[in-house]
């Protein structure tokens, strides 16, 4: 830094004194979050103007900060908008007369909903996500779905990034849409039978989802019914329908507990009931075939079993064993056919799909070459069917699109994703190589880099990681990564432990009391690849969002010498504060991940332990840039604000600490998919200037 370097703002310190189970803390920071963050949250335009000016203040200096780079910057937009086919459509889905699809013009930024008659035809244009979006400054076009005459068309629309949807209706006869508007919806929603009757899901004045309704179409929604209520906080409501789409499913849950209940669709009016009573730490979901229940369950499971009971009793005491318990081998998900089931699973941090004939239990598996890759299974509307659609891709190979027979094992290559500024897979190794935790355990770790490459100490190497919800890192394909790995980069995911790569015991082991091995196993993962020869030490990106932001705040406390440079997507590094505030969205449904700090005195202290904000040390840290967004109800914006402010006040070094937020958009950035880029275009050439790789 010298003297005609930007300076940074400085927060002011207002400190507020908080008591604990006889441990007091002070917060200087706690001013950043607004008296009135729902309206904020709903209508930027609300922050409360000495809050707005901190943050405005942040976005100039990290813009002036990477002015040298704003060419940089710009080729890597050009650069990462190449490589997407403006024009696109994915592949049709078959429903009844017609196949239903989505396609993108060239230079929109949002959706066409479309549909033709089935087997060719002329189109029709359903919804126009582009002319939707006009005047908004925020603008995602959530689900859509057709009434089961296809008559009617129901669709979500979020204008703040919030996550607060609204619904509207349109009549595909005419193409107009009709008076209903249906607030403050979570977006998730199900036709019932009749196609007059839709059910949807209301949040709650802390942005929680906690009822369903259901709406008769031409109706003052002001006097819809309600038709189930969430009573515990820390339980969330969805919607479902099965895959034969005779029952509509009302699907409540936190983090390891569910509960289901149904209703036969042609009958919405008459009434749920619970399947079974939820039962803390057991999960299950269901779908029917003929007069039996098919359920994916962990109890007396701890990597999930799939069972069977009849319609009218399906308590564990009518259980009968479809696919058994294999410990180590965990099922993600099933799809149920008319004759077929279909399971998605993993095993040692590998995905299989594997197929079940109904009528004699005949299984078999659908294989795969490569050494790692990523796998999803959908059913789309039919259920009468012999075909399976699959989607495929690696580190190295673009997203696939098939359409499998159950049958004759024959898989069609239905679409694959076109880099039209050009990619060859062969220009590209990857491997999944293991690294071992301080107790012992072996963390997978995939990695990407270019076949040209030899990678050594002086090598940059971009480390992903994440560890929390049971929600695995796949070893999935992005064209995104290609500005970093062509520029000698080596990108690394590490599967640490608060995922389910190793099956639910790697989840259990990586949330409440065992969270610190998320933390030493990302650190086991960055000294392997350094002792390895992959890079060296002071060359690594740690970069993680949302649950993973914590991880990047915890080890840059724990090991900054490590890292050459930190990128945090929306962190959640203030979770002592936010676990202790139950008026926040997400913190009753997380307590049985990270523990309920305000009446466990041992949760309280493990999360003080190593939760980012408290932990900041007066020390050297690398470069670190992190994103926000005023909107956003799962990690609110004064988090990653307070951090960069308290480590702006403590840190021992002069190197570059940047936040940048989006003043008017939530969790996942911006909504059209090319404003996306600019942030990725940020991000990336952050790195490439800290690593004096901005030429280029």
Not at 512 to 541: M, Q, W
Request: one cysteine or more.
């Amino acid at each position: 830094m010298t003297e005609s370097t930007p300076q940074p703002p400085r927060a002011a310190e207002t400190p507020e004194v908080i008591e604990r189970f006889g441990v007091r803390r002070t917060d200087p920071y706690a001013w950043l979050r607004d008296p009135n963050w729902r309206e904020a949250m709903l209508d930027p335009q609300q922050l409360q103007s000495s809050i707005r000016a901190h943050l405005e203040a942040e976005n100039a200096y990290t813009e002036a900060v990477l002015q040298p780079v704003a060419g940089l910057r710009e080729r890597l937009f050009a650069e990462l908008r190449g490589r997407i086919k403006e024009e696109d459509a994915s592949v049709p889905d078959p429903d009844g007369a017609y196949e239903y699809y989505v396609r993108f013009r060239a230079g929109g930024q949002h959706p066409v909903a479309c549909r033709r008659p089935r087997g060719g035809g002329a189109e029709e244009v359903l919804l126009d996500g582009d002319a939707l979006a006009e005047g908004h400054a925020y603008f995602q076009l959530g689900d859509w779905a057709h009434s089961d005459d296809h008559r009617y068309l129901a669709y979500a629309v979020d204008t703040s990034g919030a996550e607060a949807y609204t619904i509207r209706f349109r009549d595909l006869a005419g193409g107009a849409d009709l008076p209903d508007a249906l607030e403050q919806a979570r977006g998730d929603f199900v036709w019932a039978g009749d196609g007059q009757t839709l059910l949807y899901t209301v949040l709650d004045d802390e942005h929680r989802p906690r009822w369903v309704y259901r709406h008769c179409l031409g109706t003052d929604s002001a006097s819809d019914a309600l038709v189930y209520e969430e009573t515990d906080p820390g339980f969330f409501v969805g919607l479902d329908r099965t895959e034969s789409r005779r029952y509509v499913l009302i699907e409540t849950h936190d983090h390891t507990t569910s509960e289901v209940h149904a209703a036969l669709a042609d009958d919405p009016a008459a009434g749920f009931r619970c399947l079974m009573p939820r039962e803390r730490g057991v999960e299950y979901a269901v779908s029917d075939s003929g007069d039996r229940w098919l359920i994916l369950t962990n109890r007396q499971a701890q990597d999930f079993r799939i069972v069977q009971a009849p319609l009218e009793a399906p308590e564990p005491g009518h259980f009968e064993e479809v696919v058994p318990h294999r410990p180590g081998v965990l099922i993600h998900d099933m799809l149920l056919f008319r004759e077929h089931l279909v399971r998605l699973e993993s095993e040692d941090a590998l995905p299989r799909i594997v197929v079940r004939r109904l009528g004699d239990g005949a299984e078999h598996s659908v294989a795969f070459d490569e050494a790692a890759y990523a796998l999803g299974i959908s059913g789309g509307f039919e259920y009468d069917t012999t075909t399976l659609r699959f989607s495929y891709s690696s580190l190295t190979t673009p997203g696939r699109v098939y359409d499998y027979d159950m049958e004759t094992r024959v898989r069609s290559l239905r679409k694959e994703q076109e880099i039209p500024s050009g990619h060859d897979p062969a220009a590209y190794v990857a491997h999944r190589i293991e690294a071992t935790a301080p107790d012992g355990e072996r963390v997978p770790i995939s990695l990407v880099h270019r076949a040209d490459l030899q990678p050594g100490p002086d090598t940059p190497l971009w480390l992903n990681g994440y560890g929390a919800y049971g929600i695995s890192q796949p070893a999935a394909f992005s064209p995104h990564r290609l500005s970093l790995v062509d520029r000698g980069f080596v990108f690394a995911i590490a599967h640490v432990r608060g995922g389910k790569e190793r099956g639910y015991r790697w989840y259990d082991a990586g949330k409440l009391e065992h969270k610190p091995n998320t933390f030493s196993d990302y650190i086991a993962c960055a000294e392997h690849l350094i002792d390895a020869g992959y890079t060296g030490a002071g060359r690594v990106v740690v970069h993680g969002g949302s649950a993973g932001g914590m991880l990047v705040g915890a080890v840059l406390n724990q090991r900054p010498e490590l890292f050459g440079a930190a990128v945090a997507d929306v962190p959640f590094v203030d979770v002592l504060n936010t676990m202790s505030d139950p008026s926040l969205p997400l913190t009753p449904p997380e307590w049985p991940e990270w523990g309920n700090p305000i009446e466990d005195e041992r949760a309280f202290h493990t999360i003080l332990g190593y939760s980012p904000y408290e932990n900041i040390q007066a020390q050297a840290y690398p470069p670190i840039l992190a994103t926000a967004g005023v909107s956003d109800p799962r990690v609110t914006y004064w988090e990653p604000a307070k951090w960069v402010a308290r480590l702006r006040a403590l840190k021992t070094d002069d190197n570059p600490l940047l936040l940048q937020t989006n003043m008017s958009a939530g969790h996942a950035g911006p909504g059209g998919r090319f404003d996306y880029l600019e942030e990725a275009a940020l991000r990336f050439a952050f790195v490439l200037w800290v690593f004096g790789r901005a030429v280029g």
